[in-house]
């Protein structure tokens, strides 16, 4: 694993000029931004131990399938899907969002007690802490290498453009839970923290980075959050 500054440069589609490597990456893509629409129907309340084990074992067989394209197939190094060692910008980044969204999930709990009722949100307080954490540990990992470590080079190598892979990928990202939220308001939370980490990435190039920030502020809201919210 490389350094935080050894951050390799965008390609422009000519590591993909075999043709046995573009279908290895589209194939690749289809799977990372089409796996969550095979859920859908499916109940998803996060209160829901077998929903939430369905979902846990799910993003980890995508994600170690995609790893299977990137390293096995593809041959390629870990720092070009962005796992490189963390800097002090970014330990330093790490430490600031943990007390940051703490504060965030203390002082809003009433105003997310009203939009997250239906979610079952409180209803975590009765899950098993192995389920919560490995929702925690499921979504900094998984999720990101998915939607960013994967989908954006994957997407940056083809089109030869980092930003329209950001935009593709993050899009991917929100509607991947659609199922969960909903196309209503409670959308927009996870849409924005998508777009949070896009952008971080697109700057950073530094997955694990991304990897932390996102297992935090989840691992607040999923073990902290339930606990301040005030029933109405």
């Not at 000029?17 to 589209?26: E, M």
């Not at 939430?52 to 790893?67: K, S």
């Not at 991304?210 to 005030?230: E, K, N, Q, T, Y």
């Amino acid at each position: 694993m490389g350094t935080s500054g050894e951050r390799a440069p965008w390609r422009k589609g000519v590591r993909f000029s075999l043709a046995g490597h573009s279908t290895s990456a589209v194939i690749g893509l289809i799977v990372a931004f089409g796996w969550p629409y095979l859920l859908v129907g499916q109940s998803h309340s996060l209160a829901n131990v077998r929903d939430d084990i369905r979902t846990i074992v799910t993003e980890w067989v995508v994600a170690i399938g995609l790893g299977i394209i990137v390293f096995g197939v593809q041959k390629r190094k870990p720092s070009d899907v962005g796992l490189v060692r963390l800097g002090r910008r970014e330990l330093a980044g790490v430490l600031s969002a943990l007390v940051a969204s703490c504060v965030f999930v203390g002082v809003n709990s009433q105003s997310v007690s009203m939009s997250t009722s239906s979610l079952g949100i409180r209803g975590l307080i009765f899950v098993p802490f192995s389920v919560k954490l490995g929702l925690v540990l499921t979504a900094g990992v998984c999720e990101e290498f998915i939607f960013r470590g994967f989908g954006i080079e994957e997407l940056a190598s083809l089109t030869g453009s980092a930003w329209v892979a950001g935009l593709v990928s993050w899009l991917a990202f929100s509607m991947a839970h659609v199922a969960r939220y909903g196309l209503g308001p409670a959308l927009i939370f996870p849409a924005i923290l998508g777009a949070f980490f896009t952008l971080l990435y697109l700057w950073r190039r530094n997955l694990p980075f991304c990897m932390f920030l996102h297992a935090i502020l989840d691992g607040v809201s999923i073990f902290l959050g339930p606990a301040l919210i005030r029933p109405h």
